[in-house]
């Protein structure tokens, strides 16, 4: 063991980053497979040679029901040697699995490592087909290129298929040493535990995004965007008190399935969900404002089938005719019969049913899509026979 500082009770070896299943639950945290894949990787470390102290890696499905599953995971993440994402489509995609290895990335700078060396080992889980994804599958490829199942199938697939188990061991070898080296021969400074939101660089895509814009009172005159970044508007945006920003709701629900998010405060424009479903929201108080009320009849020209729109304020005194509730009604008025907007007035409401919300924009954007022709004139399909043959001896 290097000397160079003492290792921290329960310090790791390693923290798992990974995309729970769109169906977990607090009791099961992670798929099977995911799990196996854990338990394999620790027996490959203990098994690695050396007089060493032995260290398990880090999974938030480790922890137990009576712990503080965020608190664990945060000091885990400050603590472990090596952080190893499973890379798949939905992690690299989705914010919340990116700004666990951004904060990592920073912490190796901020120890004077590069921000993807050694200590940052992603495993290639699931391939992507979308070359913005090429350049991260192509560091998680490095450990393993010259095994061909792995490259061509991922881990995933090596876990789960007895014909690949030879790879999986042999892939698993090689993650392990990798870890076991890092660990002890260039070992890593714990740091202070994450404690607010860390920006993620957005990342480009090829895939349709949803689109999910904000309409509320004190917007900044310039349109903002939010891609992992919580410097927005519409990123702050909590018309429910001591609740979350609605975004995040959004967010969740977006990529649950495996879509993209593109968060936007409200600026006219009449193509701004012509190639993506969407979401609109409104805070009823802006009706109160010339701007606003000009902002609200703005966004009905902008709307689709597949844009949904729900109007959200915090009603204090539900069921009596109070402010809120009178902005409310003006605020739905000010949309035609065609978008009718929901009206919710309590966060319960709202969360029971943004999920559905943005699965139905999803799939009617998918049944009535723009379909746009390619440029120049239009060319014959082609055809297994210019000049069909005729029937005439073919018997029926």
Known sequence: MSPERPVLAGARYFFLSYVPPPTHSDRTLGDHWVRRFYHDLNLAIDGRPGARLRRRGFADFTVRLSEDRAEQKRVALAEAEVFVPLYSPDYLNRDDSRREREWFRQRLLRAGRPADGDNILPVLWTPSPAAVHATDQARALAMAADVEAYAANGMSALCRLQIFQRDYQEVLGRLAQHIVDTAEQTPLQPAEPPTGPTDVPSSPTSEVPFLAVVIAPGQPPEAGRLNGRPDTHA????????????????????????????????????????????????????????????????????????????????DSAPGRRSHATVLLDRAVAMFPPTARPLAVTTYDDWRAGVHGLVDRMRRRYLDARPAYPPPGRPISKPRLWENPPSDEGVEP
């Not at 802006?286 to 902002?295: F, L, N, Q």
């Open 235 to 314: 990123g702050r945006w909590r018309p429910f008190r001591d609740r979350p920003p609605v975004v995040d709701d959004v967010t969740d629900a977006v990529q649950r399935l495996r879509m993209p998010i593109d968060v936007q405060d409200f600026a006219p424009d009449e193509g701004l969900f012509r190639g993506c479903p969407g979401v609109l929201m409104v805070d009823p108080r802006v009706v109160e404002t010339p701007d606003g009320t000009e902002a609200v009849r703005a966004a009905v020209g902008c709307l689709h089938s597949w844009v949904g729109v729900v109007v959200l304020i915090d």
